[in-house]
């Protein structure tokens, strides 16, 4: 029966041990190129670096935040207008909805949300296209980007539309006369849309088309494989032939017709 076969100890195990006792320096592991490939000097993934990414991060959110005055104006010239007019009571002017069950107002108010989640859409995919790897930086800018340029969307869009002096601009156009009411965004909510939008869709094209990281532990699997592959598939030692059975024996033996060998034959006298 022969002993079982033992896997041998990795090469570099004794010439690691061979050359720390010789006061040499020692190899390193399988695996450290690739990840010294993947991670730099102290340990950050390869890139431009964190202050070329805040640099460049900020660019970002100015011009996500100037994109805001293209929303505002997009905004003033969509929204649809809230009809108004003037009367004259108790020598006193007041102004009321011309179209009391109009949902003009609310229209007001969905087109700013539409065309935030628009604008937070498409900033996302340019700043992706730009920048496949992504970062932290990255999506801070576009979050406060975009809020920024909702705020000036919204001022920008109040600025350019009609005035907000309603009574005056009723008195301006005269007694029963209809007018168009300034631009005012009802749900402040709206305001969230555009970095909602830009960091839900700037974190799936991340996560779905964005580059991966290689995988520090490959080059121990592949190793594994290869010896796997030079090892024999039975483990288990050959016992050898099986020995061969006797004869079976009679269990009931009759009288033997020769002479009993534990007695010898007498002579005959």
């Known amino acids: 029966m022969t002993a079982p076969l033992t896997p041998p100890p990795p090469p570099h195990e004794h010439s690691s041990a061979h050359a720390a006792r010789q006061g040499r320096p020692v190899p390193p592991p399988a695996g450290a190129s690739a990840v010294g ?3 730099g000097q102290y340990g950050e993934a390869d890139g431009p670096g964190l202050r070329t990414e805040v640099r460049q991060a900020a660019v970002v959110a100015v011009a996500v935040t100037v994109a805001g005055a293209l929303l505002g104006v997009a905004w003033w010239w969509l929204a649809p207008s809230v ?9 006193s002017w007041v102004v ?3 179209d009391s069950e109009g949902e003009q107002a609310v ?25 496949r790897r992504g970062g932290v930086p990255f999506v801070v800018a576009l979050g406060v980007g975009g809020l920024l340029g909702s705020l000036l969307a919204w001022r920008v869009g109040v600025w350019l539309g009609p005035a907000g002096d309603v009574v005056a601009h009723a008195r301006e156009v005269g007694k029963g006369v209809t007018f168009s009411a300034p ?11 555009w970095p909602l939008a830009a960091l839900v869709v700037h974190l799936g094209l991340t996560a779905l088309f964005g580059p991966r990281d290689p995988d520090p532990y490959a080059p121990h699997h592949q ?20 020995p061969h059975p006797g004869p079976p024996s009679d269990p009931h033996p009759g009288p033997r017709s020769g002479p009993d060998p534990q007695r010898p034959d007498r002579p005959a006298g």
């Not at 229209?107 to 920048?131: E, M, N, S, Y």
Request: glycine share 12%; proline share 7%; aromatic share 12%.
């Open 37 to 39: 490939a993947a991670f």
């Open 83 to 91: 009809p108004l007019v003037g009367d004259v009571v108790d020598k």
């Open 107 to 131: 229209g007001v108010d969905g087109t700013f949300t539409l065309l935030a989640l628009a604008f937070g859409a498409l900033g996302a995919l340019a700043v992706f296209l730009l920048r």
């Open 223 to 242: 190793q594994y494989q290869q010896y796997q592959q030079y090892q024999p598939h039975d483990r288990h030692p050959d016992p050898g032939p099986e």
């Open 96 to 98: 009321y909805l011309a």
């Open 183 to 193: 631009l005012k965004l009802g749900a402040k909510g709206a305001l969230l849309a």
